[in-house]
Structures are given as structure tokens and as C-alpha cells.
């Protein structure tokens, strides 16, 4: 079943915790990106990759971390730095060919802290 | 910045009329403008991109770079369209997208 998968689906975390947001891909996508969904906000970009071991901070990238070691997966770290990260996290790739600007989504994770 | 603006978070019609989902952005250069849609309880996917110049679901998007708009428009709304519109932009070439904050598009019966 090729496509974006994202994991866990709902997360619960304390305040002052790190959590990491899993985000894989099957479609040999190079370009993959994380947004933040919040309600009447729409999608914010936070983080986003071109290439494997590449990433650029997007228009909300603090409190975050990324890595990219690998082309099928990018992880999101969302740091106890970030001030209200209780949120809809949505992960997305694209490949960089003629269609590179689609972007495929996932199914995103709910992230609750408190 | 480039930013995109979509005026209105609900839009409720009823089945077989016209829908006009408003989408404005400010770039003073030539971007890409694309509409992607959320149906409820599936993923976020592309409708469609002005430089195909397709209909797609009956749906059409002319780009007007005179008013900077990109308004997504079909001319007889039915039930399956209810879901989450976005517009959204891309400049440079690049795929890095700026999205609006969304149009909730309600059709009754």
C-alpha cells in the first residue's frame, strides 16, 4: 500500500516533554514537509526538506526540530521550547519531477499536551 | 511574503447552485496558485493548479493577475462537494506552499 503514513494517530503528552512525530513515505518522493493545522489558521509550513540530509525551517519553525537521514523518513520533534504545540500535525512529500508541486498528504497526528 | 487569503470560513449553498469560493494573494511576481481539498475523514489532496487550466469535479479556477485572484467556481453545486477547500500559492519555482486558511463549503439539500 504505497503512500504517506504517520504515526501514532492521537499522542498525549505532559508539559516540558519532547515528542517525536513519524512521518514515512513510499512513493521515492525527495521533498517532504511538516505543517501545523490549527483551527480558523489553516496550514502553517514548519519545517521542510528538498533532500535527504537537507531541511529548511519554514514559517513557524521554533520550538521544532527535524532530521532527514533518510529519504523515506522525516521525523518532527516537537521541543518543550514550543509554546503551544497542542496542535494537528500534517506531513507531506512531493517529487521534483514534472508534478513536484502536488503535494501528497498524511493522515496526521493529533498532539495533546498538558 | 506572499500570503493567501480566502474571506470566508463557511460557505453554505444549496444543491444545484452556483459556488464561488474566494481566494486573493498578494505577490507582486508571477506565482503558481493551486486549490486542494479536504473531504471529510480523508487526507488533504490537490483539486486542481492554475497552469493546467483542467476542470476537475465540474470545478474550474481562472487565475486574474489584474486582481490577484484565483476563485474556484462550479456552476451546480452537488452534495459530494461539502468539504474543505484551500487555496494555495507557490512562487520561484520552488515547492515550498503557502496556504490560506481554508473555506468549509456546505451544500444542502
Known amino acids: 500500500d504505497g503512500g504517506i503514513t504517520q504515526s501514532p494517530k492521537y499522542l498525549f503528552r505532559k508539559e516540558g516533554q519532547n515528542v517525536t512525530l513519524s512521518c514515512e513515505q513510499n512513493?521515492?518522493?525527495?521533498?517532504m514537509y511538516w505543517y501545523r493545522q490549527d483551527p480558523g489558521q489553516g496550514l502553517r509550513l514548519i519545517y521542510y526538506?528538498?533532500?535527504?540530509?537537507?531541511?529548511q525551517k519554514g514559517d513557524i519553525a521554533e520550538g521544532y526540530s527535524v532530521s532527514r537521514e533518510k529519504k523515506e523518513s522525516f521525523p518532527l520533534t516537537v521541543t518543550s521550547a514550543q509554546k503551544n504545540p497542542t496542535a494537528f500535525y500534517l506531513c507531506?512529500?512531493?517529487?521534483?519531477?514534472?508534478?513536484?508541486?502536488?503535494?501528497?498528504f498524511g493522515p496526521g497526528t493529533r498532539l495533546t499536551v498538558t | 511574503a506572499q500570503r493567501v487569503t480566502q474571506p470566508e470560513k463557511l460557505l453554505s449553498v444549496f444543491k444545484g447552485a452556483p459556488v464561488e469560493l474566494k481566494c486573493n494573494y498578494s505577490?507582486?511576481?508571477?506565482?503558481?496558485l493551486f486549490w486542494y481539498v479536504q473531504y471529510s475523514r480523508q487526507r488533504l489532496q490537490l483539486l486542481l493548479r492554475?497552469?493546467s487550466r483542467e476542470s476537475i469535479k465540474g470545478f474550474t479556477a481562472d487565475l486574474n493577475k489584474g486582481e490577484t485572484s484565483f476563485h474556484l467556481k462550479k456552476p451546480f453545486a452537488q452534495e459530494e462537494d461539502s468539504a474543505m477547500y484551500y487555496c494555495?500559492?507557490?512562487?520561484?519555482?520552488?515547492?515550498?506552499?503557502?496556504f490560506g486558511t481554508g473555506t468549509q463549503l456546505k451544500v444542502e439539500l
Open positions: 507531506a512529500s512531493s517529487s521534483s519531477g514534472t508534478d513536484h508541486y502536488e503535494q501528497y
Open positions: 512513493l521515492n518522493h525527495d521533498a
Open positions: 494555495a500559492l507557490s512562487v520561484g519555482g520552488g515547492n515550498k506552499l503557502t
Open positions: 526538506s528538498q533532500i535527504v540530509n537537507d531541511f
Open positions: 492554475h497552469i
Open positions: 505577490y507582486s511576481g508571477s506565482p503558481e
